[in-house]
């Protein structure tokens, strides 16, 4: 498979910005705002909430970041699955169109976030490539990037196939489009960053301290934790794809889909230089289809996509994400990988991040595999719902997502649901003018 003598299964990220058990301090007994997860939403809330002069804690059963904050490709997408006709279907034009305004919002809250607090996150504002896979893709890619620089003032447009190669060196895709409001992070990075802030500004977070239960105790919440007992006047949930038994209504509406990333060994200069001419960010017209990028230093290719194994094995996924990038890029054939990793994803019923409230406890969750942009402006928003202040506003607060019947957390259906998928991409690369 690969001349690598050994890939590492723990995420590239971690290289330059490893995640790390925090000092153990006692946990407070009584707090203003409890947050249960240490990601990117639950720690952007605590900084919005502390700098207010709400005490909070925050805690989390992993390290802070260790889970998809710091496993994903790092691309700001903030993609919205179901298109906008079906969001008028389910929710009505109205909501629609304010949903896929705030797409924009969102991306701009973060980059401008990145951009005032100084964080150190590798931040590259270089637009992003999406491939079609025949000529009828491009041709409807190409209506809709006309309908967001008309509708919203974004910058995109399309990219015949005799002109992609200014873009990438693959002959796979049929021209596409680019749009240059999203660009890359490094992720653990940016996850790191945002924890300083958020103990900058007061928080107390605590690692490895598992959530066993809430439950209302008059005015206020009683949290049971591992580390032990803490009364809450307000309760925040952003455990997305890392939801466990704690919180077993939220688990029946969540599933945690894996995710796998790999990344090349370095490749000489002229190679990517052929290869991401524009060294964008990278996205692909079918289902299951991958995301990729160079690295922030420009020396390797990450590449990722959907991961439908559930067991420990990792040569089988590994191989099978490889022959992805092999698809793209033919001549990375005799070229090691040097690491291989997987992290969890939080699809929901329909497919649509979330901040919604149940029972008094707010929860910012389903981010649906686009959390580096919806986590921390629904962490945001969810803050400022909890201080009450006009700042609240967003099109994503609605009500929770369905249930998913018979599902109490082991998602037993995903590896046929992952097989079907794979069957309508392989239809529809045979239907396409290529």
């Known amino acids: 498979m690969s001349k690598t003598a050994q890939i590492q299964n723990s995420p590239y990220w971690w290289i330059a910005a490893p995640v790390r058990p925090l000092p153990v301090q006692p946990l407070p007994q009584k707090t203003d705002v409890l947050i249960v997860g240490a990601g990117f939403a639950g720690l952007t809330a605590a900084v919005i909430l502390a700098r207010a002069g709400r005490s909070v804690v925050v805690v989390d059963k992993m390290m802070p970041g260790e889970g998809a904050s710091s496993r994903n490709g790092g691309i700001t997408s903030g993609n919205i699955r179901p298109s906008f006709d079906e969001l008028s279907r389910r929710f009505g034009g109205e909501r629609a169109l304010a949903i896929e305004a705030e797409g924009k919002t969102a991306r701009e809250f973060l980059y401008d976030f990145i951009r005032t607090e100084k964080l150190d996150c590798d931040f590259q504002p270089v637009g992003k490539f999406g491939g079609a896979i025949g000529r009828e893709q491009y041709e409807a890619g190409a209506r809709t990037a006309e309908t967001l620089h008309k509708r919203l003032g974004i910058e995109t447009f399309a990219v ?228 009450g202040d006009d700042q609240a506003r967003t099109a994503f607060e609605f009500r929770p997502p369905a249930a998913i019947p018979f599902y109490n957390g082991k998602p037993y259906f995903l590896p046929a649901v992952i097989q079907g998928y794979r069957l309508r991409d392989r239809l529809a690369l045979a239907r396409a003018t290529r």
């Open 160 to 387: 015949p196939q005799a002109e992609q190669s200014r873009y990438i060196g693959s002959d796979f895709y049929r021209g596409g489009h680019v749009r240059m409001d999203i660009g890359g992070v490094h992720p653990a990075k940016l996850a790191a960053e945002i924890l300083r802030l958020a103990l900058e500004a007061g928080a107390a977070v605590h690692s490895g301290t598992e959530v066993k239960g809430v439950r209302r105790d008059g005015a206020e919440f009683s949290v049971e934790t591992s580390a032990g007992t803490v009364s809450a006047r307000q309760v925040l949930v952003c455990t997305n794809g890392y939801t466990d038994g704690s919180d077993p209504w939220l688990r029946r509406r969540l599933i945690p889909v894996r995710s796998r990333i790999i990344v090349t060994d370095p490749l000489p200069t002229e190679v990517m230089d052929r290869l991401m001419p524009s060294r964008m960010m990278y996205s692909e017209g079918l289902i299951l289809g991958h995301y990729f990028r160079p690295t922030p230093d420009g020396t390797r290719i990450l590449l990722g996509g959907r991961d439908a194994s559930t067991g420990t094995d990792e040569t089988g996924p590994t191989e099978n994400i490889r022959q992805g990038l092999l698809r793209i890029f033919p001549e990375l054939k005799s070229v090691g990988l040097s690491h291989s990793w997987y992290g969890h994803v939080a699809m929901n019923w329909d497919m649509v991040p979330r901040l919604f409230e149940r029972e008094g406890v707010t929860y910012a969750t389903g981010f649906c595999g686009s959390g580096v942009v919806w986590a921390p402006w629904l962490g945001t928003r969810a803050a400022h719902k909890l201080l």
